[in-house]
């Protein structure tokens, strides 16, 4: 079993950056690809970014390329969603996710979520 719990969202004005963190329970956490998803109001959860055990390979969704990065720190638990020049349409609830296998862009690849921390891009 695997908890996660994100934290650093809030309100911010377009342009401007936040950092989000989710921290894992996990004692092997290394082995664990991480993902990031987002809600928005009224639609469908979606893919962010993700990130390998190591750190080393990353993919993300084409709408925050460039602007979003994923880390981690393994020997803290905790993985990182760098956000940058935000946009009033990355509003939306922002999830961790981990999946013992492999990076995927897909939910369903992941079995264990966190409960969400709400970004707010003001226009």
């Known amino acids: 079993q695997v908890q996660l719990v994100e934290s650093g969202g809030g309100l911010v004005q377009a342009g401007g950056s936040l950092r989000l963190s989710c921290a894992a329970s996990?004692?092997?956490?290394?082995?664990?690809?991480m993902g990031w998803f987002r809600q928005a109001p009224g639609k469908e959860r979606e893919f962010v970014a993700t990130?390998?055990?190591?750190?080393?390979?990353?993919y993300y969704a084409d709408s925050v390329k460039g602007r979003f990065f994923a880390s981690r720190d393994n020997a803290k638990n905790t993985v990182y969603l760098q956000m940058n020049s935000l946009k009033p349409e990355d509003t939306a609830v922002y999830y961790c996710?981990?999946?013992?296998?492999?990076?995927?862009?897909?939910?369903?690849?992941?079995?264990?979520w966190g409960q969400g921390t709400q970004v707010t891009v003001s226009s």
């Open positions: 996710a981990a999946n013992g296998f492999y990076t995927s862009t897909h939910s369903e690849s992941y079995a264990y």
């Open positions: 996990a004692r092997t956490f290394k082995n664990y690809a």
């Open positions: 990130i390998s055990g190591s750190g080393g390979t990353t």
